[in-house]
């Protein structure tokens, strides 16, 4: 059972950045495919950016593209969401996933806030 810990939310202004990072125990994170999600109040939960298990692919939304970096920690056995750029519809509660086969896990979610 692997259990993810997110940290690094926050409130900030837009045009700022926040790394937001998810803590891996219970298992290897850099066996699973990894991936950041967001959920936004009266939204639904929206991927926002994916790392892959063995070349470490990346993939991101649209609506994030060149403005975020989803990279992974092996040593800290953790993945990392860089977000520049913030923009106020980047408002919303951050979830990790971890995923491989069968198995999916999630983190309790961390808030993230951008002031306009």
């Known amino acids: 059972q692997v259990q993810l810990v997110e940290s690094g939310g926050g409130l900030v202004q837009a045009g700022g950045s926040l790394r937001l990072s998810c803590a891996a125990s219970?298992?290897?994170?850099?066996?699973?495919?990894a991936a950041w999600f967001r959920q936004a109040p009266g939204k639904e939960r929206e991927l926002v950016a994916t790392?892959?298990?063995?070349?470490?692919?990346?993939s991101y939304a649209d609506s994030v593209k060149d403005r975020f970096t989803i990279f992974r920690d092996k040593a800290k056995n953790t993945v990392a969401l860089q977000m520049s750029s913030l923009k106020p519809e980047d408002t919303a509660v951050y979830y990790c996933?971890?995923?491989?086969?069968?198995?999916?896990?999630w983190g309790q979610g961390t808030q993230v806030t951008v002031s306009s």
């Open positions: 996933n971890a995923a491989r086969q069968s198995e999916s896990y």
């Open positions: 219970g298992g290897a994170l850099s066996s699973y495919r």
């Open positions: 790392i892959s298990r063995i070349y470490g692919a990346t």
